[in-house]
């Protein structure tokens, strides 16, 4: 499966921002899809997952402002970034795994195999 992760760019704080993750393969609606982020000081922190039956999770950090989506008939997902705060600066990447279970999604980076190359949102104050 390749990924490819886009939408990035540079707002300020408090705007919008939405994420893309498209995925080739014949795997992507048994999958389920993370989205990470990290700065160069940090590990790579779990945003928000979308389970293969549609079930939400997020990082308390954005939780009411972040809202993943997937479209199984694009092959995509989508993080939809609201009220963005300049510790929302980071490269986003986005990463899948065939599903262990229809709620299951992980929210280590261990826990999956297949990483888009990342894409750089910067919030500026």
């Known amino acids: 499966v390749q990924l490819q992760a886009f939408g990035g760019g540079l707002v300020q704080a408090g705007g919008s921002l939405r994420l893309s993750c498209a995925a080739s393969g014949r795997t992507f609606s048994n999958s389920a899809v993370a989205w990470f982020r990290q700065t160069p000081d940090k590990e790579r922190d779990f945003v928000a997952g979308?389970?293969?039956?549609?079930?939400?999770y997020y990082s308390d950090s954005v939780k009411g402002r972040f809202a993943i989506s997937r479209d199984n008939a694009k092959n995509t997902v989508y993080l939809q970034m609201n009220g963005l705060k300049p510790e929302d600066t980071a490269v986003y990447y986005c990463?899948?795994?065939?599903?262990?279970?229809?709620?299951?999604?992980?929210?280590?980076?261990?826990?999956?195999?297949?990483w888009g190359q990342g894409t750089l949102v910067t919030v500026s104050s």
């Open positions: 979308i389970s293969r039956s549609g079930g939400t």
């Open positions: 990463a899948l795994r065939p599903a262990l279970g229809a709620s299951w999604v992980g929210v280590t980076p261990r826990d999956y195999g297949d």
